[in-house]
């Protein structure tokens, strides 16, 4: 959710603006609070959602007169799931301030000693302690007894599931030792290690339903069973860290605290020290980061607390906060775990292409246990003539690595920790034959430069099973011919059983089916319903556009600009059949090569699969089933034709892929980006720094009606 103020920084803020962003931050932040606490299915990172905290935190104290009654400062967590019966905690459960560097946790000690106006050679002890990344829990005991388990809920309230906490080992029923006082109450973290989450999904899977995403969620979700049963069959654990109401107290120190509760049959976290000084409280913090990859469950930062509870009371609270704690957290988005394993993929063009197998990692609240690692000269670090590549890596099975998820999506190794690496391994070998069918892997060579392709590839074409099944997968994806219901999973197991071999097959399964004895809607996963949803959507596509056509066949180097520049070239299947099934010719070539995007690369591409028969077989029996759709000519008088042309922002009367369409169709190239090149910027609700730079480098700028207005369908 965004406005015209989002991209704006707190200081250019005026009043008017800056109420505005506190009115749509507090919608925004109240929206992933319920998809966190509430539903345990995040959108967004720990560090996008701290960023907006601190925007709104940032802008009420520079316009305190504009907090609002429903600020996020004076909030924590999320209300509590009406199918709970509710509890009111007797003392609220807080939140805790956050620390993002050194620098944060200085002026945190500051502001403390400050605060408490302790001389400059007066110490103060902290703890520190992981934060674990779990679900926090509140257990009542009376006369040493369990009598209820909350969890944290809006910090006032929470919901009951003393039956579910009851199933946790780690939870004691009853309190161990004697002189336990007549109130405890225990506060604490429930988390899922990483083993037992793996072993939860494994089961999962074996049982054909969905797999889940992350030990955290997983966690919250499993004590928040309306049957205690199934919370009884995940295996949860519990650290106990901190405390509630106390009839009386049994230690002066947080440490002590801590160690009593270790007493009374709890598990504590064996990482929690205490510091007198903050160079060694730090040096604590990275240790703990360096080792998190070893850790069995989930952390993301660490906390620290001040050690004195005479001082923790006279610190006492600021808004949601305690004075005398702070989060200081991981930074966003990496991790360090370890290399398990290097396998080979065969991808639908026989590209083979290492994958890591990593120690499970939760990176921005996604447990990652694979990255993608290129090709071989990345994980050996040398090229094919010898030479050290900068951008190399030289990774061993063994290896302690940092890991990021680029763009929130592709998790990638960024470096190697070479002074933990394993005594003795051994590098990776780069296998010389496809693993799948044992057809010879090479490496092409420029006939120009002489240079190797730094990609290995398959030989074997179409008789490579793992090719085959790539390509159709590419051919049913959204980018292709987007057959709904068609996804990797489907196409797989069709594969497997017989029931397509290429993309031809797929068209003419319904036809199959109906003579079959094994029907789809018996095979497990399907009925009556979802069969024949599928069959609809493969009839749906049966008239597809001209370039998703062209795209889908999966030809090497043809991706979809390139498809988009032979179907305006030759504008229909048929010129375009006809051309392709001529290559061989060299006016024909030479023809090819003068359309504009079209190289010698692209063209020996296409010549090299129009002139395989095979391919040639699933080309013809294809084109009896789909009729591609001829290109929509482009009037000369398009306003736009020739013009590059952005989207951006929210947009309300069409889809982003429906601008773009409409766009190209009018003869227009769309772009991505913002630059001197570009010719006019169509800007909806919410529009950023692309709007700026349009701004900026005075580019013709519109907003939707204006756009529709200048190709004249308003």
């Not at 709104?56 to 009654?69: A, M, S, V, Y």
């Not at 001082?311 to 949601?320: E, T």
């Not at 050290?388 to 763009?407: I, T």
């Not at 290429?502 to 003419?508: E, G, K």
Request: net charge negative; proline share 4%; glycine share 8%.
């Amino acid at each position: 959710m965004t406005n015209e103020y989002s991209n704006i920084a707190i200081e250019a803020l005026n009043h008017k603006a800056a109420s505005q962003e506190l009115e749509r931050l507090a919608l925004e932040i109240t929206r992933h609070d319920a998809l966190y606490h509430g539903k345990d299915n995040p959108e967004i990172s720990d560090a996008e959602y701290d960023a907006l905290r601190r925007r709104n935190l940032g802008i009420e104290q520079r316009f305190p007169d504009l907090i609002r009654e429903d600020s996020p400062s004076k909030k924590v967590g999320f209300v509590a799931l009406d199918k709970f019966e509710k509890v009111t905690h007797s003392i609220p459960m807080l939140s805790l301030e956050n620390a993002f560097n050194d620098q944060d946790v200085y002026d945190f000690t500051k502001r403390m000693r400050k605060f408490l106006n302790l001389p400059a050679g007066e110490k103060m002890s902290l703890t520190a302690e992981p934060k674990i990344d779990g679900l926090s829990l509140s257990l009542r005991y009376e006369k040493g007894k369990l009598v209820t388990a909350a969890t944290r809920g809006d910090g006032a309230t929470g919901e009951n599931v003393t039956e579910n906490a009851k199933t946790i080992s780690d939870v004691p029923t009853v309190l161990a030792g004697d002189n336990i006082p007549d109130v405890v109450e225990i506060r604490g973290e429930v988390y899922m290690s990483h083993a037992a989450f793996l072993d939860l999904n494994k089961r999962m899977e074996a049982q054909g339903k969905p797999t889940y995403v992350n030990p955290r969620n997983t966690a919250a979700g499993s004590l928040r069973q309306l049957d205690s049963a199934i919370t009884a069959t995940r295996p949860l654990n519990f650290f106990a860290y901190a405390w509630g109401e106390m009839s009386a107290m049994p230690a002066t120190t947080q440490m002590g605290m801590v160690e009593w509760m270790r007493a009374c049959g709890f598990r504590i976290n064996p990482l929690m020290q205490s510091f007198e000084n903050i160079e060694e409280l730090l040096k604590h913090y990275r240790q703990i980061e360096a080792d998190r990859p070893e850790l069995v469950y989930d952390i993301d930062g660490v906390v620290y607390k001040v050690d004195d509870l005479a001082l923790q009371a006279r610190l006492g609270l600021k808004s949601r906060v305690p004075r005398w704690a702070i989060a200081h957290k991981f930074p966003a988005e990496k991790a360090w775990t370890i290399l398990r394993d290097i396998e080979i993929q065969v991808g639908r063009t026989g590209a083979l292409t290492p994958v890591a197998r990593l120690e499970p990692i939760t990176v921005g609240g996604v447990v990652v246990t694979n990255a993608t690692l290129h090709n071989e000269d990345y994980v050996k670090g040398v090229g094919s003539k010898g030479e050290v590549l900068r951008d190399g890596k030289d990774l061993r099975v063994g290896d302690h690595v940092m890991l990021q998820r680029a763009g929130d999506v592709i998790p990638q190794i960024l470096d190697v920790d070479l002074s933990k690496r394993p005594y003795g391994v051994e590098p990776f070998e780069f296998p010389t034959s496809c693993p799948v069918c044992g057809s010879s892997a090479i490496r092409d060579v420029n006939e120009k430069t002489g240079k190797a392709d730094s990609v290995k590839r398959c030989t074997g074409g179409l008789i490579c099973p793992a090719q085959a099944v790539e390509r159709l997968k590419h051919f049913a994806s959204r980018g292709a011919l987007d057959i709904d219901g068609l996804g990797d999973k489907q196409v797989e197991a069709f594969y497997e059983a017989g029931r397509i071999a290429d993309a031809a097959d797929i068209f003419t399964l319904r036809e199959r089916d109906a003579r079959s004895l094994k029907k789809l809607k018996d095979m497990e996963g399907w009925g009556s319903t979802s069969a024949a949803k599928l069959f609809d959507a493969i009839d749906a596509v049966r008239e597809v556009d001209m370039y998703r056509y062209i795209f889908g066949l999966g030809i090497r180097h043809v991706g979809e600009q390139t498809a988009k520049d032979l179907s305006k070239t030759y504008g229909d299947i048929d010129a375009f059949n006809k051309a392709m099934t001529s290559l061989s010719e060299q006016q024909v070539y030479d023809e090819l090569l003068s359309v504009d995007g079209i190289g010698s690369t692209v063209a020996q591409a296409l010549k090299e699969f129009f002139s395989e028969t095979r391919n040639l077989d699933v080309w013809n029996r294809l084109l009896v089933q789909v009729k591609p759709k001829p290109v929509e000519q482009v009037a000369n008088d398009s306003p736009v034709v020739g013009k590059t042309v952005v989207f951006t922002g929210s947009l309300e009367q069409m889809t982003r892929d429906e601008a773009k369409a409409m766009a190209e169709r009018l003869g227009a190239k769309v772009s991505g980006s913002v630059s001197k090149k570009t010719d006019l910027v169509v800007a909806g609700p919410g529009a950023g720094s692309k709007l700026k730079k349009a701004e900026d480098l005075g580019v013709e700028t519109t907003d939707e009606d204006g756009w529709f207005k200048l190709i004249g369908r308003d």
